[in-house]
């Protein structure tokens, strides 16, 4: 009888070391570019959406129930093996930023939608009469005050686009969870494998899920 | 400190899921009952069923077909003789699983066997019992008719795609690394996956053991002469069972012995 947990699985699982450190790169790598994908659509979205212009309120709408509607993994698969068929051949990493950018940009836009619709209307209404265009009022005045009740609930989204880059490892993506999948299938030390994975991720989740925490005390959105 | 309590008590749960599991409890010494049966043979015949793990993905080897719902395959024939060893009858219980979930289910116990075109290699015997080879076979190559690839040394500065168990990837290294041919990997957990891969353009070449890459051959593919490093299939068992590992390595002993190995082999349209 030998555990999934043997002592020299462990053994192989710290020889092989690089291999892991190489997947918390590509995850990390991956995370920093779809976050920052995700706030640009996630802002710009979520703008639109609290826009008096109708077309801009439905193009916001149909992006968020389209993307907030369909499973990630669809997502990826369609930017993955749909594409090339239609000739666009997206390198991996790509479709990687870009599908769980695009994915929780649809989150972060519903978020800074509730953000700003918390803000009195009258704050639009009085930036406007003093000679501020949308976009400026937006700027100067709606978004620095939506931004601290924001704040929280957009460190939440980062957690979860961390966790969710592990979808890659469906289509080889080279990620952390990819890595694992990919060296405990040669040899079959899962155990080992899957536990030091959860814990790199939630190394890399934890901070920022304390950061919500205490983002949240100060914001006084918490009791 | 509550925060640091918390902290601590996660991590000692953590640490006695990893250690509590790896524990080798004492190894279960098949003790032969009266009828001559190991603990572990024994229990499976009182159950009456045999499981199996075995795949479903893998025509002529274990496939699942569509119209029928039913499992069928090389393997599951040989699942069926084992169990009629066994419980007298061919009586299974089959589980679907891929390189990802074999090990596993073999470890909670969920499956007795894993008869799933599963490579014998030294890594893996540390972890469960193999049984001797019940079939051996090359990796092979498949590419697209339109690719113009010819060889394996055409493949320089290609993508093949492999399944998550690299047994096959490192056997393609070692020779490309012969011809001189820089090649790069990239893993799916199922075949299908790669198939569906190549067809997008994403590998330039799905490789595997030759008998089951035939079932992934069509018009627009072909596949190339070029077949290296023989993989051996064996049947594998939780270590500790080991009434059982012998019980299944008697019944290939025979089969082949007999000639009926060959002959299922063929039956399935296999070399």
Known sequence: MVGAFAWFKWEALFRDWAVFA????????????????????????????????TFARVISRIYVEFIQNTPLVIQVIFLYHGLPHMGVMLPVFAVGVLSVGVYHGAYIAEVVRAGINSIHRGQMEAALS?????????????????????????????????????????????????????????????????????????????????????????????? | ?????????????????????????????????????SADVQAIKDRGVLKVGVKVDVPNFGYKDPKTEKVEGFEIDLANVISKKIIGTEKIETTAVTAKTRGPLLDSGSVDLVIATFTVTEVRKKSYNFSDAYFTDGVRLLVKKSSGIKSLKDLDGKKIGVAQSATSKKAIQEQANIVKAKVSFLEFSTYPEIKTALEAGRVDCFSVDG?????????????????????????????????????????????KTSGELDKMIQKWGLK
Not at chain 1, 39 to 44: D, K, P, R, S
Not at chain 2, 231 to 247: E, F, H, I, M, T
């Open chain 1, 130 to 223: 003093q000679g501020f265009s949308f976009w400026g009022a937006m700027r100067h005045i709606i978004l620095p005050q939506a931004s601290r009740i924001v704040l929280p609930p957009l460190t939440n989204q980062a957690v979860n686009l961390i966790k969710n880059t592990s979808v890659l490892a469906i289509v080889a993506g080279g990620d952390l969870m990819y890595r694992a999948d990919s060296w405990s299938s040669d040899n079959i030390y899962y155990g080992p494998a899957y536990v030091t994975v959860g814990l790199l991720y939630l190394l890399l989740c934890l901070p920022l899920a304390t950061l919500t925490r205490h983002l949240e005390r100060k914001s006084g959105v918490s009791s």
């Open chain 1, 22 to 53: 190489e997947g918390l790169r590509t995850t990390i790598s991956v995370t920093v570019l779809a976050l920052t994908l995700a706030l640009i659509l996630g802002i710009v979205f979520g703008v639109l959406g609290t826009s008096q212009w």
């Open chain 2, 211 to 255: 008998s089951i890459l035939f079932g992934y051959l069509d018009d627009s593919t072909t596949i190339l002469e070029d077949s290296f490093s023989p993989q051996d299939y064996g049947v594998a068992s939780k270590k500790g069972n080991d009434g059982l590992a012998k019980v299944v390595n008697e019944t290939i002993a025979e089969l």
């Open chain 2, 1 to 37: 400190m509550k925060k640091v309590g918390i902290v601590l008590t996660s991590l000692l749960l953590v640490v006695g899921l990893v250690t509590g599991c790896g524990s080798t409890a004492p190894a279960a010494t098949p003790t032969p009952s009266a009828n001559g049966l």
